[in-house]
């Protein structure tokens, strides 16, 4: 059996013709000799009837709620939609069956809200695809070894369709969204990024990680694991969009691409905060950077951006960790200089490594529009800097222009 995953995000199944497109997108599969698996995300964005973010309002004024109880009202949304799929494909004719996670056998760890997928049990899945079936599968939830359903975080659905890719062995998982596939930048903020129509694992999984919302990193992981080529693509369009797939020799089937692209692409995270800690005042200076960074951690803070000197150790943290990460610093005794509203735009790129030049043209790029860089950092595939987010945008397009990834 040839098996292809499926996932269609929430605008794509927003309204009711673009639940025909998607439809149309499964039965096209079909036709091709594949068996669809289609993972399915909540209708709409925030203020759409069933999307997430509308379920989460409902209890918004309803102080702290146990997030078991939470994690049972997200996971409606995607139940809600895969039903309504379901409908679409069977007026036309397609035999289909609807599985919540816990049916189709997603489980996961007991980190509500936020949970890891540990391992997969396909059978129900299988034995309906053996019987010819559409199998729906409600993304972004699962259930924990206790039997209690769980949900999987931000761009969770993408996660479940590569964990089912990885597990059914697919020939291929298409992610399909409403952007012709992965640019060079947010197409959102920078009108002319272009369509990279080959990216390997790594370099998606950095730029995921460092904000490009278009896939989830940890989705790409599960199927770079077994070698599963992604499809990011549009539901709207009949583009190819991008192939993911690994860095290497050609294969038989064509899906490795060799990649020395110096620069991938621009990417950007919003509100977050840095701290600096003056250290040198402190009674023991060269303890202090221990003492920061395990008080922290223990409050289950993370850091990020990090720069330790002798005087100064300087980092970031979620806006919404600031104000007490700067508080329990405090209450240790240390000087805490905080900036809130910074945000780190990357600069991602395998090729980048060694080659001298980059962090020189980024400079210029951000001088020229007279953007200060408040921090930076580096590592063999991506260098950072941290602006303010008013400059955020500014500085994406201004990096885009400078590397002319528009060409
Ligand atoms: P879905 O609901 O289909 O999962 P998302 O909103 O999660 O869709 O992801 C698609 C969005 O990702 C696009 O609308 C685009 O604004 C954003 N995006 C961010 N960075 C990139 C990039 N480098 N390439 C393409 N899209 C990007
Ligand atoms: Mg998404």
């Not at 020939?171 to 952007?179: A, L, M």
């Not at 060079?184 to 730029?207: F, K, M």
């Not at 490594?353 to 930076?376: C, K, N, T």
Request: charged content about 20%.
């Amino acid at each position: 059996m040839r098996i292809i995953v499926q996932k269609f995000g929430g605008t794509s199944v927003a309204s009711e013709e673009n639940r025909r497109r998607v439809a149309q997108r499964i039965i096209e599969a079909r036709e091709s000799g594949l068996a669809p698996v289609v993972v399915i995300s909540a209708m709409g964005r925030s203020g759409d009837p069933y999307a997430t973010d509308t379920l989460l309002s409902l209890i918004k004024d309803y102080g702290e709620l146990p997030k078991r109880d939470i994690d049972l009202l997200l996971s409606c949304g995607e139940i809600i939609s895969c039903s309504v799929i379901a409908a679409t494909l069977n007026r036309m004719n397609q035999n289909t069956v609807v599985l919540t996670g816990r049916e189709a056998g997603i489980i996961t760890d007991d980190h509500y809200g936020d949970a890891r997928i540990v391992r997969i049990e396909p059978h129900k899945v299988l034995n309906h695809l053996r019987e010819g079936s559409v199998v729906v599968v409600a993304g972004f939830q699962g259930v924990n070894d206790s039997g209690e359903v769980t949900t999987l975080g931000r761009g969770g659905s993408d996660t479940t369709a590569c964990a089912l890719g990885s597990a059914l062995n697919a020939e291929v998982i298409d992610i399909f969204t409403d952007v012709e596939g992965i640019m060079t930048a947010d197409p959102r903020i920078v009108d002319s990024a272009r369509l990279l129509d080959r990216i390997t694992y790594n370099e998606i999984c950095n730029l995921a990680y460092q904000g490009a919302k278009v896939i989830h990193p940890r989705a790409v992981e599960l199927a770079m694991q077994k070698n599963i080529p992604i499809r990011v693509r549009s539901t709207f369009t009949d583009t190819p969009g991008t192939l993911v797939c690994a860095h290497g020799e050609a294969t038989e089937n064509g899906h490795s691409i060799r990649c020395d692209r110096v620069i991938t692409g621009i990417t950007q995270m919003a509100n977050v905060f840095q701290i600096k800690v003056e250290t040198a005042s402190y009674p023991d200076p060269a303890a202090a950077p221990s003492m920061i960074f395990r008080s922290l951690a223990d409050a289950g803070i993370s850091v990020d951006l990090i720069n330790i000197q002798p005087e100064v150790v300087a980092f970031t943290v979620d806006s919404g960790e600031g104000p007490r990460s700067k508080a329990i610093l405090e209450a240790q005794g240390f000087q805490v200089r905080v900036l809130p509203g910074c945000a780190k735009v990357s600069v991602v790129g395998g090729g980048m490594a060694g080659l001298p030049g980059v962090m020189a043209s980024i400079s210029e790029a951000l001088r020229e529009q007279d953007i200060a860089i408040l921090q930076s950092a580096d590592s063999h595939t991506t260098i950072w800097c941290l602006v303010k987010n008013e400059d955020m945008n500014r500085a994406v397009k201004a990096l885009h222009d400078k590397f002319s990834l528009d060409k």
